[in-house]
């Protein structure tokens, strides 16, 4: 089946650091999910893709679909200790209703 | 709006006990799905609903796994027995719709450990 690999599997960076973190696949996708998910939480979704060569910004929070449409990265600029935790990416097929996620990346921020 | 509601948040069974998990979706959400995930993983669909009926049902175990939707509402997920394997996080989602242009909303999840 569909296979995400996401990398890195985590990072430690200091807080104002720029992060980067990418996603790709052995297939490709219509659509381009990344979320966050806190510990004990489920995964929010922070930015949707929907064209390839798409590059999206939600706040400090910047994504890209890839032209191939079997990847994408996730930016987040200025990072702050609120945004510890582990972002994944997923991939959907427009109608199919169903997606599939990476295995993660773990953020840690250090103050 | 309250979100997806799950319960119970945290059980622990001995392995060949059975158990259910119990969400309520937001709202007017057409759309449920059940979701696992494993330590250091991604979620992974087990059963997907369109209003009552299971429309994607292909990763669910249907010898210890079975889940209702009898009003197109709220949805149980059932194990029976549970095994050892699995442990792990049952999360539930809910959407308008099945398309993609519909964002999927999830639960707290329910933390399950087989001992």
């Known amino acids: 089946g569909q296979q995400l690999n996401q990398s890195p599997q985590s990072m430690f960076i200091q807080e104002g650091e720029d992060v980067s973190m990418n996603c790709t696949s052995s297939s490709i996708f219509n659509t381009w999910l990344w979320y966050k998910q806190d510990p004990g939480e489920g995964p929010v979704l922070l930015i949707a893709?929907?064209?390839?060569?798409e590059l999206t910004s939600n706040g400090r929070l910047t994504a890209q679909f890839g032209i191939t449409r079997k990847d994408s990265f996730l930016n987040i600029s200025a990072s702050i200790p609120s945004d510890v935790g582990i972002y994944f990416c997923a991939g959907q097929l427009t109608n199919a209703g169903k997606s599939t996620f990476g295995d993660g990346t773990t953020l840690t921020v250090k103050p | 709006e309250a979100g997806v509601v799950q319960s119970p948040r945290y059980k622990i069974i001995e392995k060949k006990q059975p158990v259910a998990f119990w969400c309520n979706p937001i709202?007017?959400?057409?759309?449920l799905y059940w979701y696992l995930q494993n330590l250091g993983q991604g979620p992974e669909l087990l059963i997907r609903?369109?209003?009552?009926?299971?429309?994607?049902d292909s990763q669910l175990p249907k010898d210890r796994f079975s889940a209702e939707r009898l009003k197109g509402v709220d949805s149980t997920l059932k194990i029976q027995p549970a095994e050892l394997g699995d442990s792990a996080v049952y999360l539930c989602?809910?959407?308008?719709?099945?398309?993609?242009?519909?964002?999927?909303?999830f639960g707290p999840g329910t933390r399950l450990t087989v001992l």
């Open positions: 709202s007017g959400h057409n759309t």
């Open positions: 893709l929907y064209k390839a060569g």
């Open positions: 989602a809910s959407s308008l719709g099945p398309n993609s242009y519909n964002e999927q909303f």
């Open positions: 609903y369109e209003n009552e009926e299971a429309v994607d």
